[in-house]
């Protein structure tokens, strides 16, 4: 595939025959013989005294450019030959040798003037193949787009290998609108994508809404000939860099999961453990009163001596469940001052990944006003990342375009802060939110059931209140309530 060209428009007359000389060598040499011809009319009609023969360099220029070495020398030879035979019959010197030393010299300037062009072309030719190459090679899309008239001035193959189609069949306009270049061209900062610039280059990463591919978009205005504005746009696809980076946080994600559930096996094991002793001691216990009930003579002494031993292993039991309880309640919460607005957004962030893979758009309707708390700053955005990560998986099943979560925050008549995570899921019916906030109880194969009893045992340990409503349309909102100011 040829890199794209747009079709020129009107150039000074030099350079348009310069191309219409490289364009058409055949022509262009056509035209150099019939110049050679006229030149040694005009010469031999006034009788060599105006010296015309420094003219026959036009015609040699334009088959050297057009042609190359050789044709540039044939047309030297042929200029030669012309003035040869007919300036040799008739020369005014005193001596052939002056004539032919005229003939010589006239022949090496010629000669060097040849080698001089050829190479020059060459020279600029190499430089231009090498220049394109790099371009063409290149795996990133570059354009070069006339910003004042929207024409596109040059394109690489690349280019059209990511639009499917010739780059002529779009404007620049068009282009722009896809990449979302209209924007980085102004040098602004639209909120869902990430943009940065330089004095020089702006750079932002977009979505391609035709091949839902992620691309990295530089643009760098450049000077142009006729003070035109011209900008080079660089698009480069970091679709696969997204993926690797998705995948290492899914990667982390289950690390995570893992280690809390390698965490929960081994209290569970060790409770089960110890809470097993006492209960067969109850049992056994249990045995032998109902053996000595069963008996002719109760012993009533030996009775009692069981049953209270029974007892004493019962309250072993419960001392061992409260000690683990007590355990995993250590973590006294540290609260400090923040704004719940703040922490709203830095959950929003944390998930980043997790909402561009699950195609979720995120709307924030907060308080313009910071909302201030003094609350645990880590368990609330445990508690936050929560709802926002079941609202995520409760749209799994939604048709990607409705894929909309919503969060916000609002300061109620008492002062309370309000915060609300509302999704287009599935939504909860009956039957599962009368156990929605029970521990280990999930819907989910890779669920363990903790998010919500977390959140309540958060939210009630701060003085709020946490409940979920169902959507008018589809989903479901979770809210929750936190003092504004908590000592
Ligand atoms: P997990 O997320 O590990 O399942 P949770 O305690 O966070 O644990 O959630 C318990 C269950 O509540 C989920 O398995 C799901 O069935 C239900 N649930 C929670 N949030 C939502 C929601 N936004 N929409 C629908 N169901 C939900």
Redesign the pocket.
Known sequence: MKPWTAPQQAQPWVSALTRWATNSPVAATGLALVLVALVATLDHATGYELRFAMLYLIPIALATWAGGLRAGVAIVVLSSFFWLVSFGSSHPYSGDFFFYWEGVVMVVVYIAFVLLLARLRVALTRADERFVRVLEELHAAVYVADQDSGRILYANRSLARMIDAEPGALSADELGKRFGLGEANAGSTPGEDKESSTAQIVAREVRDPISGRWYLVQVVPIPWKSSRRVSVQVITDISEKKRAKALKQQHQDMLHQTARLAALAEIASSLAHEVNQPLMAIASYNDACLRMLAAPGIEKKELVTALKRSREQALRAGKIISRVRDFIRSRRPSPTHFDINALIRESLELLETQLEDNAVTAELSLSEAPLMTHADRTLLLQVIV?LL???I??MEETEPSCRQLEVSSTEAADGAIVVSVS?Q????PEE?AVR?YTPL????SH???????ICRSVVEAHGGRIWHSADPVS??T?HFTLPPEID
């Open positions: 929560n990560q079941n609202a998986d409760a999704d899921g599935v939504g909860i599962i929605l109880f999930t819907t989910k669920g363990l059931g903790l998010g919500l009893s989903g479901c979770f």
